[in-house]
């Protein structure tokens, strides 16, 4: 049942998926206090709302754009269940904004295979990382993938290693401009928020430990599986994947050293995670494997979720 609604790209799908992600949302915003929330609140969790279906359709668009998958909804549906699963992440602004603009540096790289005007590439993806790293300092780590793209596509050319420290300089000239202007000493607050934390310790729940199992163990065998799926793939497609799986391991280690983490912090695996495991279901060719194993994942998924709300 579901393999046979998702193994095609059919509106229909993208209008599910997206009216389930309002209903979670809304549901995990608003399930106590309603009366008491003000206009303010509901603008900005209206604003976050969109934020986060604007990160599905770009996640679908980097998708699909780059050949990163086949004409199926797969990545679109797994990046909905994994926000599901650590419902949390619904509710932290700082590192929805951060991934979106993540999403849209990664939009950049993975499009580098085209070779067409590779310097606004760089920058671009360069300057979205480092605006990112603004709501969630250690992003910044992502900035390695950026020079991972140099290095697979546009080596030769020295002009191209200089461009990120271009777009690094530009988002310092922007964000102390508004300093003096604003005065509210965002700088000093950004500073503040460099710091390093081992720390696993934040399990506050049986549910949140079940729900943190489900996505490694699912993460585990989605990434082991394109790495040795990569290989197969066609040659200009290899790099590609290759910064997929990169992208998965910058944002296991943004996620390890982030202090106050929870499970949210796992966000920015979410897509690299999505189109890995895709490209497995993709390779099965036995219809109840695939069946059971979205099965497995939608549903414990869905019971997690109810669990923490």
């Not at 915003?29 to 604007?54: C, D, P, R, W, Y």
Request: contains cysteine; proline residues 2%.
């Amino acid at each position: 049942m579901i393999t046979s609604v998702f193994s095609k790209s059919r509106p229909i799908n993208y209008v599910l998926i997206t009216t389930l992600l309002v209903l979670c949302f809304l549901l995990f915003q608003f399930q106590s206090n309603f009366s008491s929330i003000t206009a303010i609140q509901i603008g900005e969790k209206v604003t976050l709302l969109l934020i986060l279906l604007g990160s599905l359709f770009i996640t679908n668009f980097i998708t699909k754009r780059n050949g990163l998958s086949k004409d199926n909804s797969y990545t679109f549906l797994l990046f909905f269940v994994f926000l599901i699963l650590f419902p949390k992440t619904l509710s932290n602004g700082s590192l929805i904004i951060s991934n979106a603009f993540l999403l849209l540096a990664l939009r950049r790289l993975i499009s580098l295979q085209s070779l067409k005007t590779p310097k606004e590439k760089i920058f671009d993806a360069s300057l979205w990382i480092f605006v990112a790293s603004l709501f969630h300092f250690w992003v910044v780590l992502f900035i390695i993938l950026v020079f991972v793209s140099i290095i697979f596509y546009v080596s030769r050319d020295y002009r191209n290693w200089i461009i990120p420290f271009i777009a690094f300089f530009t988002v310092v000239i922007i964000g102390l401009m508004v300093d003096l202007i604003v005065g509210q000493h965002f700088i000093n607050l950004f500073l503040n928020k460099i710091k390093i934390d081992f720390d696993l310790k934040y399990i506050e729940t049986i549910f949140q430990n079940i729900a943190l199992f489900i996505y490694i163990l699912t993460a585990i065998i989605a990434f082991f599986s394109m790495v040795f799926m990569v290989s197969k793939k066609a040659l200009n497609m290899q790099a590609s994947y290759k910064k997929i799986i990169f992208a998965f391991i910058i944002g296991l280690l943004v996620f390890f050293i982030s202090p106050n983490k929870d499970n949210s912090y796992l966000i920015f695996t979410f897509v690299p995670v999505s189109i890995m495991l895709t490209n497995l279901l993709e390779t099965i060719e036995k219809y109840w494997i695939k069946e059971t194993i979205l099965g497995i994942i939608i549903g414990a998924s869905i019971i997690t979720y109810i669990l923490q709300l």
